[in-house]
């Protein structure tokens, strides 16, 4: 991952990041992390949008830990978030590069990201911190 213009290589093999998908529109990065939070500690939580500001519908949340991921998957796919049920998995681009996503952000700031189909594109508003 790169923060910050450092890369920070992550150790093992499981991701600390998972990809929600099938987000309510009206859903902000903030509701969704309050939401996440019930599986673990959530560090950084961004719902990627259109040039126009529009929600795609998806999102990027990451833990603190792996296992705080896992739980993540087990435990909050398919609950409701707002008025649609969401599906939560491993975030694929991150095991793909061998934990080393291409990931810039901080304060509320966007980053390139890739969408549900693996292309890169979007940016969010995606925030780190306590809230």
Request: charged share 30%.
């Amino acid at each position: 991952r790169m923060w910050w213009g450092r890369v920070v290589v992550m150790s093992g093999s499981q991701s600390c990041r998972v990809y929600v998908g099938n987000i309510d529109w009206k859903i902000s990065w903030q509701d969704l992390k309050d939401h996440m939070r019930e599986a673990g500690e959530v560090t950084f939580a961004d719902i990627f949008e259109e040039r126009t500001g529009r929600s795609k519908g998806v999102a990027i949340v990451e833990y603190k830990t792996p296992e705080d991921a896992q739980a993540a998957i087990s435990t909050l796919n398919d609950s409701q978030l707002g008025e649609r049920l969401i599906f939560v998995r491993e975030d694929r681009e991150s095991t793909r590069k061998g934990g080393k996503a291409g990931f810039k952000g901080g304060g509320k700031g966007g980053y390139a990201s890739y969408d549900s189909y693996g292309g890169y594109g979007g940016y969010g508003k995606g925030g780190y911190g306590k809230g």
